[in-house]
């Protein structure tokens, strides 16, 4: 089963606004990591945040991450039309060794 | 390009029958997990090896197994092929030192069950 939900399911924006996707997880975790699918192909790590940190910046990439909520939100600024993908949040937990769980994704269209 | 590599890329099978498919971890990578992407989904755990020994299995039956190579290379077996078990096979490495989690993937093996 995957760990959380993301909203929204898909979101269409045009070239240079910003997009922002959240995720909500249930369980407690050591950090949250945000992935990036381009149509059919495997998936490429971009941000992690550990669980004791609240924001994380890279790039044009902004994380948050609220605990207490069990929520996480990944902001693309400025974004481009090679932005158009599938976003993933993921957590880790060390269970025995990392687990990391993927939930069900945000489809992101950036139109040019 | 993180130098997971997966074979073969696509195939197809019909019901009934074994598939096995291959993963080679990125170098000095000592974990492998593996993922299963039903279309429009997002990734579900199937399983993970560390050092050759499961190391965790998400909610998946007997007839998906697993094995890891002492070069840290990795099968996964499925048998008994369903319908429902066409998808996109993900093998992704990562260093337990590490401590993070953070996985690499390869490109997936894409399964069609006819």
């Known amino acids: 089963s995957q760990q959380g939900e993301e909203d929204p399911q898909a979101l269409s924006i045009q070239e240079g606004e910003n997009a922002t996707m959240n995720c909500s997880y249930k369980?407690?975790?050591?950090?949250l990591q945000w992935y990036r699918q381009n149509s059919g192909r495997g998936l490429v790590h971009l941000i992690l945040?550990?669980?004791?940190?609240r924001e994380k910046h890279s790039g044009r990439l902004r994380v948050t991450l609220d605990t207490s909520k069990k929520s996480s939100s990944l902001l693309i600024t400025a974004s481009r039309a090679a932005d158009t993908a599938s976003y993933f949040c993921?957590?880790?937990?060390?269970?025995?060794?990392?687990?990391?769980?993927f939930g069900a994704g945000t489809r992101l269209f950036v139109k040019a | 390009e993180t130098g997971v590599t997966q074979s073969p890329t696509h195939l197809i099978k019909t019901r009934g029958q074994q598939v096995t498919l291959r993963c080679s971890s990125q170098?000095?990578?000592?974990?492998v997990s593996w993922y299963q992407q039903a279309l429009g989904q997002g990734p579900q755990f199937i399983f993970q090896?560390?050092?050759?020994?499961?190391?965790g299995r998400g909610n998946f039956p007997p007839r998906f197994s697993g094995l890891q190579f002492p070069n840290y290379s990795s099968e996964l077996n499925v048998n008994a092929l369903e319908l429902d078990d066409s998808a996109l096979y993900l093998c992704?490495?990562?260093?337990?030192?590490?401590?993070?989690?953070?996985?690499?993937f390869g490109e997936g093996s894409r399964l069609t069950v006819l």
């Open positions: 170098s000095g990578h000592n974990t």
């Open positions: 369980t407690s975790i050591n950090n």
């Open positions: 090896y560390y050092r050759e020994e499961e190391n």
């Open positions: 945040i550990r669980s004791n940190k």
């Open positions: 993921a957590t880790a937990s060390n269970t025995g060794g990392f687990k990391t769980i």
């Open positions: 992704a490495s990562s260093w337990e030192g590490a401590g993070t989690g953070e996985l690499f």
